[in-house]
């Protein structure tokens, strides 16, 4: 997955002023011009996820930067791993590190503990995805970790699926009315998810002209029968309570997908460090 730069480097930069404010202290008083170079180096095994963003931050400090990438996007890291190589000037690499490296650590987390969970429902029909449990100011590029990993992304936001949660059926007085009064208010081209609790509220789902049905909740034995009943007519997607211990099991009911916040909520960041040479 690439990112376009315009679309993450306002937010760079106002993770560099959050850090610097009126100006690094320390650094400046060093009074230093020089160019260094330093490495960014594993500490313990992981996947890679961040190194666009670590650029694209020190290169916004110094455009003079050049970089030699060791390990990848999505790359799994040994410890002692080389991951980049940064030659800038000696004030960028001092000022960037901390902010380039909290990064790169939180990020590379999500994508290691995402690609186990994907590679724990391997042979099965289902493909995780994450939800909108996200860190408010970080979502694109939490979601962008999942994607390195090897899921896909749910929704990103509001504006890009309509989902009918149960506080929206209760408002509109029912799964139907609700369907059928955002199918009229929606582009075409959206899709329309329900959220559902039981056999009888997918049915409804399912009658309604419904896209996909969030299963929500349900047990193991409850999902199977919801397989059965949709017979391939409305796309399935398990959600609430997935995590490394439970996800085969539910992967093997044959829902289509599995939604899982874990990944992101969950994932501890990875040990990294960073030293100039």
């Not at 085969?248 to 030293?275: C, L, P, Q």
Request: one cysteine or more; proline letters at 3%; glycine letters at 8%.
């Amino acid at each position: 997955m690439r990112l376009h730069p315009l679309l993450y480097r306002r937010s760079l930069e106002e993770f560099l002023k959050e850090d610097l404010g009126h100006g690094d202290i320390t650094t400046l008083s060093l009074g230093l011009s020089s160019k260094a170079e330093a490495v960014v180096r594993a500490k313990e095994p992981l996947v890679v996820a961040g190194i666009p963003f670590v650029v694209e931050l020190f290169r916004i400090l110094d455009p003079e930067a050049t970089f030699e990438v060791m390990r990848g996007e999505g790359e799994e890291a040994a410890e002692g791993d080389e991951l980049l190589r940064i030659r800038a000037s000696v004030d960028a690499l001092l000022m960037g590190e901390r902010t380039a490296l909290n990064l790169l650590q939180r990020l590379s987390g999500i994508a290691t503990l995402t690609k186990s969970m994907v590679e724990a429902v391997r042979g099965t029909r289902a493909t995780l995805v994450d939800t909108r449990k996200t860190t408010p100011g970080l979502r694109l590029f939490e979601k962008y970790a999942v994607r390195v990993g090897g899921a896909r992304n749910h929704r990103m936001g509001l504006y890009d699926c309509a989902m009918i949660k149960d506080n929206h059926i209760k408002a509109a007085g029912g799964i139907k009315k609700a369907v059928e009064a955002v199918r009229k208010g929606i582009p075409y081209t959206a899709r329309i998810e329900v959220e559902v609790r039981n056999l009888e509220e997918l049915e409804e789902a399912m009658e309604a002209g419904a896209d996909i049905a969030l299963l929500d909740n349900m047990d193991v034995s409850t999902m199977r029968k919801a397989v059965e009943l949709a017979a391939g007519r409305i796309l399935l997607e398990a959600s609430g309570g997935i995590n490394p211990q439970n996800i085969r099991e539910v992967a093997e009911t044959g829902v289509d997908y599995i939604s899982a916040g874990f990944i992101i909520h969950h994932a501890v960041w990875k040990d990294i460090n960073m030293k100039l040479l």
